[in-house]
């Protein structure tokens, strides 16, 4: 569930009974009576994907597909497999493991285009990056945002940004209310926040005590953008880092 929320890529593996008595669901240890779905049933919801294998000659195709979820979306996926699968022969996968670029998101242009056009007008905007752009390997591109645009920013408490803390243009961390007072006046003065890969959690926003009244604050990250007036899904993160760092 941690792994879920915070877009940690993990693959998890159980056993399970007979391929057969997933069929004819006899009394056994360990599996509730008569109810043999739940593990995949609780799981799928903390879960990419959640998969039970009972068929060796389907088991090449729905692991590659499990594991191509987990790559994309940077998140858990379970693989339950039935005891006698384990052993079995399997058939070759048609090639090597692919993982295509995931599809931009319909929003993302326009998203892309909200952002620049606030930090055109902006007077004091600032940056505060989150556990996101780790998933996603961003970290260099953010950087380079950083540097081209001369953008303020700060670290967050989730997902801290270490790769942007030797960078000048780096002012600290933010934590709300914990917050070095220069750092917290300059981050909620801002009429811009951007938080790129940034969750609006407790722990980001120092139990709920940042005071993000002023201005405006845009949070992107992967599949959705947030702002005042708006929620739009559809949102690829390193499609729109990538537009913004050019």
Known sequence: AGAFAERVPLVVIAGGPTSSAYQT????????PRNYAASQAIFSQIT??????TDSHAATEQIDQALVHCY???????????SDIQTAECGLPDGPLSTPDQAVGNNTDRVVSKIIAALEASEQPCMLPGHEIHSFGLQGDVTE???????????????????????????GTYQGAPTPDKVRD??????????????????????FTADFSNGETFW?????????????????LGAVVEALSK
């Open 25 to 32: 669901q006899p009394n056994l240890h360990h599996v509730l």
């Open 48 to 53: 990419e994907v959640a998969v039970v294998i």
């Open 72 to 82: 994309r979306s940077k998140r858990p996926v379970y693989i339950e497999l039935a």
């Open 145 to 171: 945002l950083v540097s081209s645009a001369q953008l303020p920013c700060a670290s967050m408490f989730v997902g801290k940004a270490d790769y942007l803390e030797q960078s000048r243009w780096c002012m």
């Open 186 to 207: 300059y981050v909620e003065r801002s009429d811009v926040r951007l938080c790129l890969g940034t969750i609006d959690s407790d722990f980001n926003l120092g139990g």
């Open 220 to 236: 992107i990250c992967n599949d959705q953008f947030k702002s005042r007036s708006e929620v739009l899904d559809g949102v690829d």
